[in-house]
């Protein structure tokens, strides 16, 4: 008998964690953190208790109290809590986890998952994982991941599952096929068709629609309320969104403003968006100007792209000045101070319209050494993303400070409304549960099959009579 759990993810944007059952082995998908920026900000002023960390988020509600899936060394509580779940063993069920891709609010958990369970990513999340673990960034605490090639079957006893390339903001990213003897799975992960590679989501769609799923875990990230998505704007044949940008929007918008700016532009990019960041170098070179990198992202880039971006330090004299400490301690420092060629604020300073300099919100003292009266800071998908996050207002603040105009540049990494409703018609399952979303019902409404399951309760997935179908029991 098949058996489906819905943990987290289907109110939320983010914290999808859904397990799948059949005899004595459970998969897990994905293991992610739901994704709250208020609350983030909130905990920031609050530290963590190291000894504990498990614990408390598990009290917290942040990861679910799922028993055989933690360490026992991991679930430490002083005296003991009867609300912490038993721990892993041997003897337990059989357990594997498989994460579509690495955005925290898919993965973000995985770290705390016990050792001898496997963690399951595509091949290219694989390498993401380890390069972002090379500048002290991705899941934490650190977890290897088993990669696994794209259309790769994996074999988890009765559960058969393998990965399905999509287009997303980050490499790596993939839809889940999974199957039983009972019924067959898709989950999309997050998706889009309007990004750098959309081949690949209509690659998948074919690809789903002859699997024949008899469920299908559809994200919808981009739904909104009525007042910002109305009802007649709810359709497969609704246009993008008002003032929405496709990645070829965002890289023409972007060249653009390089060539329009007589000062320097500052680029605010989410690293891990390695296709944003080449389009960035793209959109420059076309413009004329030369873009200056972080150390830690020209690693990502070299790493992953094979490029040599310019690195910028403050003080080519001395690079280690105004570089975090854990960035110079970093085993690949030397090999990109070796192989790169850099550029310091006193070359900046002497022809400011020549560059873009690539700067993260983390690290935005660093501007204060630069020319930055009459430039352009472009925010393009790094952190704070948006109204939404308490930490906009300070940038807005930050940026005026520095005497610089603020534009937004981006393109989403989520499918747009109509998109969402084509791609669940092309796939065509017969049963739908749409996650990943603050108004699910919304997209429900116009999904036929659609269905609501309960946070935490335990499904038993029987076929339907027809040839295709479930019925969440």
Known sequence: MSAITFFGGLWTIGGTIVMLEHGDHRLLFDFGLVYEPERAVLEASIRPRAAFRLADLIRLGRVPA??????????????????????FSPEGPATAVAVSHLHLDHAGAAGWVAPDIPVYGSEPSRALAEALAEIGEGIHPARALFGVPFETPVRHGPIRFFFVPVDHDVPGAAALFIETPEVR???TGDFRLHGARPELTAAFLERARAFRPDLLLIEGTTIGPREALPDEALTPEAPPPEGALSEADVRAALTAAFRETEGLVVVNVYPWNLDRLEGVLQAAEAAGRRVAVEPAVAHLLRRLRGLRPLV????????????????????????????????????IRQAPEAFVVQNRWENAFALLDLPTAGGRYIQSGGEPMGG???????LEAFVRKLGMTLSVVHSGGHAWPGDLLRAAA?????TVVPLHSRFPERLAVRLPGAVFPAAGRRYRLRRLAAERGVVLK
């Open 66 to 87: 799922i028993d055989g899936l933690y360490a026992q060394d991991a679930l430490r509580a002083p005296a003991g809590d009867p609300r912490l779940p038993r721990p």
């Open 185 to 187: 799975i898709v989950y």
């Open 312 to 347: 910028y330090v403050p003080d080519l004299r001395a690079p280690e000045a105004g570089v975090a400490p854990e960035i110079v301690a970093a085993p690949w420092w030397e090999a990109l101070w070796r192989e790169a060629d850099g550029v310091d604020a006193a070359t």
């Open 388 to 394: 939404f996050d308490p930490r906009w207002r300070h």
């Open 426 to 430: 092309a796939i065509g399952a017969p």
